[in-house]
């Protein structure tokens, strides 16, 4: 009887630890939620991508890891007709190190890059007057998953199938390592 007593208590714990988990992750909402604008000034709506991965990276056209848009590009043209896609953000917010006008950093990525990804309009990713897409993507609260800092350009947020964060990815880690092509390829 006591051990009847026991396991039976023991089931019911872990039974409301199980459910509590899930009834938080209900309140978590996916990344389509969003609308935004893309770098034409046209609304870019994140429920379009539902069913893919996405890799969202703030950009900057002066910066010492600006070369990562010929990767970023290389690994977009191999995946995605994958049900992959990667979203660029332009930014402003460390030093300087992209004042252009969307217009300019368009012509830039083009020219410079052969860039075809979606870009987005250039945004702020850090501070008080951060983008709603960047609180969501750095604030546990929002996302479910953890909490971040952009701490410079080409960071990197990968969204699973079902839309929500899934990892981060420093600045230094090229778009094109086995980390993120194993995620991309789910493996």
Sequence with gaps: MKNTFFSTLIVFLLLSVSVGAQDEKTDVKPIYQFKVKDINGQTFDFKELEGKRIMIVNTASKCGFTKQFTELQEVYEKYKDQNFVIV??????????????NEEILEFCTTNFG???????????TGKKKANIYKYLTEKDLNGYESSTVNWNFQKYLINEQGYLEKVIGTKTSPDDDEIINWIKAE
């Design 88 to 101: 660029g953000f332009p930014s402003n917010d460390f030093m300087n190190q992209d004042p252009g006008t």
């Design 115 to 125: 860039v075809s990804f979606p870009m987005m309009s250039k945004i702020v990713v």
